[in-house]
């Protein structure tokens, strides 16, 4: 059961104006297309939160300066490249500074109280980018660099990262594979970039059995994949006891979508939102921020963040269907549990 969650939305027309060429997947039109949803929907009910563009020394969290400053440049080029897949124009580093700072003002609005959970709506997007290169349309790490500012100004020692993007997060999970710090749990398509995210990818040093990575069938359905989740973060976030969730909030599992080859819809995440809020509840409640990652057929992203939206802003309560179980689902569940028995961090 949920009721209405003090929401609060980050935004920012800048965003818009890291320029990827007219047939680029990570286009702006996505997030117009989401902001004219905001303007006509949910004009009121919702927090704004202003962006501020990171400081280097945040940057630096997870990047090397050497790589900092080779995005500084692309701002003397019209346009240019930062990675085969990850165009760069004269506007990039401004908005990639602006999504990293995004995710850190939203992160400031929940450490304050001013929100329960927070959406931060950015492009260009960060789970795949790398201490020191660009990666799947990726410039900044947002999550990465918001984890380890949450860490280091904020003092959180222990952050559950959901990533329900398709895509393998293979930036977040590197930045904290060797980390007790940060709980990663992603669900992905291992046949997409970057081809990553193998079961057995479960963490080193003192970090091991931190990463969980459970790849899914691309005919999952949204009763698939809520029950797949209802099990496995019920048994996360009682036993690990997060202080913080983030979401890399992907939407790229979409049927409509054009690179993700799934079978999903827009009530799988509105689902998805309803089992967070209320799993938190019995464990100390948390704050939540969320952060777009994937979402490349425009009318699909719109849909989902809608749905996601709906759920949090909703006065009355609702109920979560809870779906028959599937074998297929049955069998995720128990190769991920026997995978990470042994390390007791979350299975007990």
Known sequence: ??????????????????????????????????????????????IRIEPQLAPLEYLEYVHTPMYIEKVLKTANHQFTSLAPDTPASENTWHAASLAVGGCISGLDALVNKTCKVCFSLVRPPGHHALADRAAGFCVFNNLGITARYAAQRHHINRILIIDWDIHHGNGLQEMFYDSSAVLYFSTHDTRLYPYSGDWAETGTGNGQGYTVNVPIPRNLTDADFFHLYRILLADMIAHYRPELIFVAAGFDAHRLDPIGRSALTEYAFSGLMHLILDLKKASGDPPVLMALEGGYHPKALTECVRAVLTVLTTKQNQSVHIPETSQRVDTIVKKTRTIHAPYRIWTH
Do not use: C, W
């Open 1 to 46: 059961m949920t009721m209405a969650i003090k929401t609060g939305i980050v935004r920012d027309d800048r965003f818009l104006a890291h320029n990827t060429g007219q047939i680029h997947p990570e286009h702006p039109t996505r997030l117009k297309s989401v902001y004219k949803m905001l303007d006509a929907e949910f004009a009121h009910g919702l």
